[in-house]
């Protein structure tokens, strides 16, 4: 259903419309996507680490630069909520935001995941997805989407008046104050806006509401990153299970997510180095 209107379109209303759409960024002026360079790194990987998330639980994890996370699913189609941070300043954090903008609602092998003002730099970068396959689905869906947010105890009291405390918000917050041995509260200030890894999600064609449907992930799908800064990760499962039908409670089946964490040889990273941060002077027109 679409709003009802209460003004008169204008004589033009019809040539108005027709302006051509412009793509809002020069992307094709982003650092290009090296593939041969990723693709010669994680030829030969060494598995460093490894990691379980149980279902409707967070855990985070530091990923050096130059190494490779995998978010792998195991046992059964699951959701996982992505944060990254810079491990050595939480303040320099992934933005969901600009990514959507720079590349697409939904993520891929070859996309990065931009981290917030003032540094504004790829924190990490897609480097394989089993799932690229599915591309857009009739209903306008793709997978690993950059337009949700994440769930919440406080947009779940909103709606349902109900206390929930297995959201990915709070699942990150713990998963975070545990992992950097932080109060809660100062914890929880620093999640963010999610990749929303797995999910499958859109805009309703006629209202452009945000939707989900059951995501298409199946045991042995992994998407795989590299890490472009030494980096601070925290993964929920998130209580939706596949986010087909409802999230925020305890209804949904919920599987866990594993977490491969793999270096390349040292050889492979021969002359590369981690992004700068932007060298934009900060003056804002005041100097
Ligand atoms: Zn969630």
Redesign the pocket.
Known sequence: MTKPTHTTPPPDAAARRRAPPVLTYSVERLPSFDASFYNRARAELSEVAELTVPPRRAKAFEVPAGHFFRIVSVEGPQ?G?LNLWNAHDLTERFYSGKTRALHATHLSTGDRLWSTFPRLRPMATITHDTLDWYGWDEDGAGVHDVIGT???PYTNLLLKGTEYHH???S?LTRALATERKLPLEEAEVHVHD?M?VFMCTGYTRDTHQYFMKASPVRPGDFIEFFAEIDLLVAL?A???GD?GAS??DDIAKCYPLNVEVHRPPEEALAGWRSPLPSRYSRSHGTR
């Open positions: 959701v909520d994440r769930c919440d959201c990915c918000h699942n999610v929303n929920s998130c209580p939706g986010c999230h925020s």
